[in-house]
């Protein structure tokens, strides 16, 4: 196992040299201080973020077209669920307390 973590731990190493040389590299400094190219960085991470909401309106618009349950559904059914064991064990108990005579002191 110590091997295999020397190795993860040399490549991780190497990883993180070769992003600080990178990083540090004045062509990069040059472009990323360009501001039409830091202005289309933004857009672009916007975009994932409004790509991945859109994905999922169209997902459970899916789902309830086909009458399948989405992931988070299924969630709180499960919630639900759990939450009616539990009141069942609970009524349950107590019953059976009720039911038991009362000890003699």
Known sequence: MTNGM????????????QAMR??????????????????????????GGTVKNEVSKATRLAAGVFGIATEEEVANLR?????????????????????RPPSAP
């Open 79 to 99: 919630s639900t669920v759990q939450t009616l064991e539990d009141t069942i064990a609970t009524l349950e108990a107590e019953a059976r307390a009720a039911r």
């Open 22 to 47: 990178v990083a540090t590299d004045p062509r990069l400094t040059k472009v990323a201080s360009n501001p039409r190219v830091m202005g289309a960085a933004m857009r672009a991470l916007s975009l």
């Open 6 to 17: 020397s190795l993860f731990s040399s490549l991780k190493d190497a990883v993180i040299g």
